[in-house]
């Protein structure tokens, strides 16, 4: 298994511009989210799915839009960039209540 | 706000010593969990210990949960250089009908650093 896989790895954005961040997890993992981490912040939960065509919002949701139209994908859409956005970006799944597993993170920049 | 909040924000000890790092959180939880994160790498998922276990080992690893204290502690014992890391406790709240509280919630981590 390849467990939850992130693309792209870096990304520099002008403030503004759209982009989504790709996530893709293969072990059927009914639950995904999406984190970012700033320094000294830990992780803050962005949104969350916990099954195909169900998502919710997390702690800091605004500037963010995302879908899960399959169980595998869930991508995280920034529709107008901003420079508060940049951060690192985690993606991760976890069946119910046991163990997390976390991508390899997207590190953004917006200028 | 923050769930789960590590204590002490920083610590350095020297190679073969035993680091602790500890846990509080506010509300119920189902189970609690600590997480290690190297240096520009992703979280990588330690140990899991369940409201009802007071007490878990996994290999160098110990970890404590007081539910009435909503406190949890981990313990490296012999600590190596490789354990230099941060370290991160999530708590998972209860499943319920309305599906809320079903993600877990970080708190903002340890740095340990562990001098050879």
């Known amino acids: 298994n390849a467990g939850v896989t992130q693309t792209p790895k870096f990304q520099v954005l002008k403030t503004g511009q759209s982009m989504t961040l790709q996530c893709a997890q293969d072990?059927?993992?009914?639950?995904m989210s999406w984190y970012r981490q700033d320094p000294g912040m830990g992780l803050r939960l962005i949104h969350y799915s916990v099954g195909a065509g169900i998502t919710d919002q997390g702690e800091v949701p605004n500037g963010y839009n995302v879908s899960r139209s399959t169980t595998e994908d869930f991508p995280l859409r920034l529709l107008s960039a901003a420079p508060s956005q940049t951060s690192v970006y985690f993606c991760a799944s976890r069946a119910r209540l046991d163990t997390q597993y976390f991508g390899p993170g997207t590190r953004l920049t917006v200028l | 706000s923050q769930q789960g909040e590590e204590d002490p924000q920083a610590l350095s000890i020297q190679e073969g010593e035993n680091a602790t790092m500890n846990c509080s959180y506010k509300?119920?939880?189902?189970?609690l969990q600590w997480y290690r994160q190297n240096s520009g790498r992703g979280l990588v998922h330690l140990i899991l210990?369940?409201?009802?276990?007071r007490e878990k080992h996994s290999g160098r690893l110990r970890v404590t949960l007081d539910t009435s204290k909503k406190s949890s502690s981990l313990l490296i014992t012999a600590s190596r250089a490789a354990d230099t890391a941060s370290y991160f406790c999530a708590t998972a709240g209860f499943v319920i009908s309305s599906g809320s509280a079903r993600q877990l919630t970080f708190g903002s981590g340890t740095q340990l650093t562990v001098l050879p």
């Open positions: 210990i369940r409201s009802n276990e």
């Open positions: 509300t119920s939880i189902n189970n």
């Open positions: 072990m059927n993992h009914e639950y």
